[in-house]
């Protein structure tokens, strides 16, 4: 008898043996997975309506601590590389209000010169 029939033989339990078809490797659909439709309440259990426990707080950690060092990121590198666009974008809206103060001060100053004139 060689070792590969003895490892894949009949009497082991369903945990150690090798699956020999589909089904088996794919098992027995679960109820309230997306693949069969289930809406997934149908089948309340008493794990479901349990609160929330010192397991579930540890379960959620790493997603709390990914998260806000992400909104830290955001926060504060993310305007320091911009700080230079920024710095741009207010040097042009002082170009603008400069331009638009000439402009209006050459419009003041037409029109006392266009008075003068037809008198």
Do not use: H, W
């Amino acid at each position: 008898m060689d070792p590969v029939s003895v490892v894949v033989g009949k009497d082991m339990n369903r945990k150690n043996r090798v699956p020999t078809s589909d089904d088996e490797v794919q098992g027995p659909l679960d109820v309230g997975s997306v693949l069969s439709g289930g809406s997934g309440r149908s089948r309340v259990t008493i794990r479901e309506d349990r609160g929330i426990t010192c397991k579930d707080i540890r379960a959620i950690i790493p997603t709390v601590l990914i998260l806000l060092f992400t909104i830290f990121i955001m926060v504060t590198v993310i305007p320091y590389a911009f700080s230079s666009v920024i710095k741009q974008l207010q040097a042009v809206r002082e170009l603008e209000a400069q331009q638009a103060e000439m402009a209006a001060a050459k419009t003041e100053d037409a029109i006392p010169n266009q008075t003068q004139s037809s008198r």
